[in-house]
């Protein structure tokens, strides 16, 4: 009775764990990042393992710069620690040396932690989980040592200046503990089936603790990264991501009491005429999309054919070089790209003095609405800033993404999209001020009370359309928007923004970037989103093909052992079909190359078997025969597979290819009439619907 | 290229009409229901089509009753139309007699409207629609007389005073829209399958207009309406909910200008300790939420099976008028169940002089910080009413979901949770309040200036529960729950609820209120939620079993016309499998007896076809044979389908039921050594299942 109800409940036990772990483990790169991110700024005298915020924290004297960025006394930017060079120009090159050379030490040790210990712990691992959990087994991938080399990795790679984040990463990290805890129960342990159940609850908690978005990472295990997800898989995600996120509230990274990373505090609603400016921001970011991914997996393959590949940490060490010297001078991409999306996703309020906010308002008090305004010169100066920043951003992240760090590319599409957005957002916003007679803005924009068009709104739709051009996510990637935001009014902006960048983007390519990632990597996903619409029919596919000799075969009787010795010397199989005799090929059942192998040597201790007896795969070994040969027969029925699937010749390719997808088919036997004809591998299929879809192929 | 175009668009232009139509509908039902509403409490004189807010929306004299209802002058309440009688008990007696007259006279117009146009109308119609997204086909369940007498009779049964909803019949609706729009499209309207993805997109619209909650639908669609939910769909179901949310949102029909129905304004944070009373609601649910299982089941059964089903009409009035009469001297029974939510999620303000805000309060300006206090007679006083109201919601309701008028149980559910729950918040607040230094209020309420439990989001809570625990819905629930409420910072507790009330409500009875209906109604539904853990074979289940009379099969050749026409005659079966022989029994295809019957119809007609004509299934019929007979041969390999889906009698059950759920299939064929030995069926596996669950009650 015990026994049963522990059987039931490990389930929910291990996804427990697993949810518990990962919240807990983010919970420690976050803070871990913030103290690494603030370490190249200054340091906290008193006290060095304090970050910024916490080191101001009961600072009385805190005081804001122009990108609200606090400052006070107890802490030290490099240039007050030495504080001979305290003037201007001098404290600009200290705090320029301080910020590369930290930047530049981060990015080496994450290279060398990777390339010494873990070489799996490098890039997002997102492209990989999708594979393993279509069926595909890489030992180690899902090691304790990845997971400890691409923690740290992480807070390193993600606090030097490069352009990547650490959100995809979090996915690849909460699998390492899914892989990890499943061991402690036999159920999931053992069996690789049921781990990847384990493994779609993981990845559901890697995004839930990384966004702080359970549902959004529920539907992003669903969407993007697993490829069998039963109600049962989404319900273990769904309490395994709840306590991922609670796990993250109860430590409290943030500090800020919030469960919503970049909380926005307007509820100002959209006009219907906005939906335009959101459609073009959809499109841009599809467009943005395509040639990210054209560019990045073109980059891919030069790393990989060329000499470049051959000097990773050179390269890494090149790539944060140059990053850091190009991002430090301008201060939007100074900040961290969390920092920047908090910013452009804010509203202007009333105190607020910063270039972007330059409005020439009268505000009568702290609580008066926010009206449209005209523009000061300092939001010219941020809007060229930004488009500086956008430009920045676009051309390093296309070199970053895919050096050997742990890397994700979630967070720095959000910001790339979250600049485009707001700098969109602020030329509507002095359109509809300007010509609030033109016909679109005259119904909604005229009256004299309203807020009209709220510029931190359009930042939070371009990150979502940019991000959705990037990997093609639609219900998951808004979801985690509103999660992120808050911003429940606007789901039907985010919604058309995302379905317009999936539309865009998949008119110049279909799949994500992930998918692109696993083709350049060979491999064997077998895509279940696209449709199959050939007529091709089994018979074109199977091996053998026309004149090739034909399939190699056991019989069910009547074979020696050096006979069967021989076959498995020749072929390479993995595993053989056995027939009821070779005249007639009718199908008996499969065998497994491996098993065979080790019953046979397990047999071949014994000295009375020899080359010369036979094997049976029948029930009941027939009486005779035993007793007419000297050697001792062997009987494997036991070792048979009898329920390999079958199908006929004249199936249609569709029906096939549906059947490997939603049954996890590696093999099944191709049967006219009950006599077997070929073997359709998995191999096989992919290898097909490329050549139909007219990819090259990848596969040898 | 155009062809290809539309076809590729047709899909998508499909689901587009099908949302805005949706949600146009949605639009009309809103208004009317919110019109005759408020016949029942009296009429705008000026301007009868006018209901109570639009009437009273220009007026100055606006004032609020103890419970929020505006008063104002434009607008008479029936005692004072008849305002002869315009003394307090006169006045009383009045509203009582025009409230349950009107109640009564819309559920009968209401029951003789689906009696009379539209049997398949009543109900929820979502136990109807899971079947016919698994592959049943109910003819006219969909067509467009249930759509119009669905949407006039909810309009009039949820206007009548009767405890049910009309969020549930929106996904019939909707789904009748999607298969009306698919006969536009012939890819989609002559394709069951196809049909079904379009069906599958038609219930996120349902309840993505019902609630305004996109996203929510389209997990609702996934978690519980939807039997197989690709990708595609999905991304097709996103943007049909998108569509339908933004027509509901043109026409605004609640006139607020919000998205959000029971929109709440407070951002509070929760503490922890406050997990311990949510899971307690969501014990609460599950446990409320098997009781109502059981009896609405119980009672339905009882409906079926005795006199009182052979009167309709008659139970419908009899439970208006009980409802009616019941339900009006309370106050919170007689608000609409949804105008009653939205009290009790809602928050105490500083001018709120309703008794559920009787609290002893000082404030000193409108802005401060509502703090617990202590509760004024006006509290307890509403909580005593609150009590009644629970207990008259839950024994209706018990009797009234089933009854034949257009009927959905979700808002009901969800107002006895509300009202469950915000009882329990107002008692843990009283005790926080009175008792600050136990422990489990020490750190989180003791402070001066925090605001600490907030009895609303207790009833959001309690909603939350008491619905999962009816639908055993978990994440589509959370979601659904937050895009009405706009909670986001509550996610944790939703979620916490929700699986609880799953996991209690599962301990008493596996599957929601939808299964059980699909249950008790036999309607032939492979849950695919459930796993078989049981260890029975192919070879068990199959037909025939052992001792019955072989398989009905026709050989590939050497049967007459008159032998075909007689395993015809004799038999009833859909299909017949063909063999090469029958001492070989290899089997060759499978034939619909439809196609065959319809071919030899056709084939009579031919005078040279007579009984003594042979009949071929081979590709090519054997020469010597045409010649040597009289009657011309025939060849029917055309009919034949050559891939049917085969296994082996050895496959585990386990398998062939996966295979049926995840291929649709409606039959397979069970052979050994390419010999046919049986047929297994849908019906054979269902009632296999039923057979081995026995209805027992377990956690897997």
């Known amino acids: 009775k015990i026994v049963t109800l522990h059987d039931s409940w490990s389930g929910w036990i291990c996804v427990l764990l697993v949810g518990f772990s990962s919240g807990i483990v983010a919970a420690v790169v976050d803070i871990g990042t913030s103290w690494l991110s603030n370490i190249k700024d200054g340091i906290c005298l008193n006290a060095f393992w304090l970050n910024k915020p916490q080191c101001c924290w009961a600072s009385k004297n805190l005081t804001f710069d122009d990108y609200n960025n606090p400052k006070c006394p107890e802490w030290f930017s490099w240039p007050e620690v030495f504080n001979d060079w305290n003037d201007g120009f001098g404290e600009f090159l200290i705090s320029y040396f301080f910020y590369t050379f930290w930047a530049v030490l981060f990015s080496v040790f994450a290279v060398l932690l990777v390339r010494v210990f873990a070489p799996y712990a490098s890039g997002s691992g997102l492209p990989e989980i999708k594979t393993i959990l279509s069926g595909f087994i890489i030992r180690g991938y899902l090691g304790k040592w990845t997971l400890l080399i691409k923690t740290v990795g992480m807070m390193l790679s993600t606090s030097s200046a490069l352009i990547l984040g650490k959100e995809g990463p979090f996915v690849h990290i909460a699998c390492c503990c899914g892989n990890i805890f499943s061991y402690l129960f036999p159920k999931y342990g053992k069996n690789e089936a049921k781990k990847r159940e384990i493994l779609s609850a993981a990845s559901a908690a890697g995004v839930a603790v990384a966004f702080g978005a359970p549902i959004g990472g529920v539907l992003f295990s669903l969407e993007e990264v697993s490829y069998y997800f039963p109600l049962k898989t989404m319900w273990r995600s769904f309490f395994c991501a709840m306590m991922g996120a609670f796990a993250v509230r109860m430590i409290n990274p943030y500090g800020n009491g919030h469960d919503v990373q970049f909380s926005i505090d307007y509820k100002a609603p959209w006009s219907s005429f906005e939906l335009i400016p959101f459609i073009l921001l959809g499109i841009l970011g599809g467009i943005w999309g395509a040639c990210f991914i054209k560019f990045n997996i073109f980059w891919s393959r030069y790393r990989k054919t060329t000499a470049l590949g051959r000097y990773p940490i050179t390269e890494v060490v090149v790539v944060a070089l140059i990053t850091a010297i190009i991002t430090f001078p301008n201060p939007y991409t100074r900040l961290s790209m969390t920092d920047l999306i908090k910013i452009l996703v804010g509203q202007c309020k009333a105190e607020d003095e910063s270039y972007l906010c330059n409005y020439r308002r009268n505000f009568t008090s702290a609580n008066a609405k926010i009206l449209p305004a005209d523009a000061g010169p300092g939001v010219y100066k941020a809007l060229w800033r930004l488009f500086m920043a956008l430009i920045v951003q676009i051309t390093l992240m296309m070199f970053t993404i895919g050096i050997k760090v742990p890397s994700g590319l979630l967070i720095p599409s959000m910001s790339i999209g979250a600049i485009a957005g707001r700098m969109a957002g602020i030329g509507v916003e002095q359109l509809a001020y300007h010509y609030p007679k033109f016909i679109l803005f005259q119904n909604e924009c005229s009256k004299a009370d309203e807020s009209c068009v709220t510029p931190g709104l359009y930042a939070i739709v371009g990150a979502c359309a940019f991000l959705g051009g990037a990997t093609k996510m639609t219900v998951s990637l808004v979801v985690i928007m509103f999660e992120l935001t808050g911003g429940l009014t606007y789901i039907v902006p985010l919604m058309a923004a995302a379905v317009t960048a999936k539309w865009v983007g998949d008119a110049f390519g279909k799949g994500g970037i992930y998918d692109a990632q696993i083709e350049l990597n060979g491999y064997p996903f077998l895509d279940n989103k696209e449709e199959f619409n050939y007529t091709t029919l089994a018979s074109d596919v199977m091996t053998p093909r026309p004149g090739e000799p034909p399939l190699s075969v056991l019989t069910q009787e009547g074979m020696s ?90 199936t249609p390719m569709e029906t096939v290819i549906d059947m490997f997808r939603k049954l996890g088919l590696r093999i099944t036997l191709v049967t006219h009439n009950g006599r077997l004809l070929g073997i359709i591998t998995k191999k096989d299929v992919l290898r097909h619907t490329y050549s139909m879809n007219n990819h090259e192929s990848v596969f040898t």
């Not at 008996?588 to 201790?605: C, E, F, H, K, T």
């Open 561 to 650: 052992l050096a006979e069967i010795e021989q076959v498995l010397k020749e072929t390479s199989f993995t595993g053989y079909p056995v027939v009821v005799s070779r005249d007639s090929q009718h199908l008996v059942g499969y065998i497994l190359r491996r098993d065979l192998q080790m019953a046979i040597s397990q047999q071949r201790r014994n000295p009375r078997v020899s080359g010369r007896s036979m094997v049976y795969f029948n029930q009941t070994v027939p009486q005779n025969s035993t007793s007419s040969n000297a050697a001792m027969s062997l009987r494997f029925y036991k070792l048979l597979d009898l329920a390999p699937v079958t199908i006929t010749d004249q």
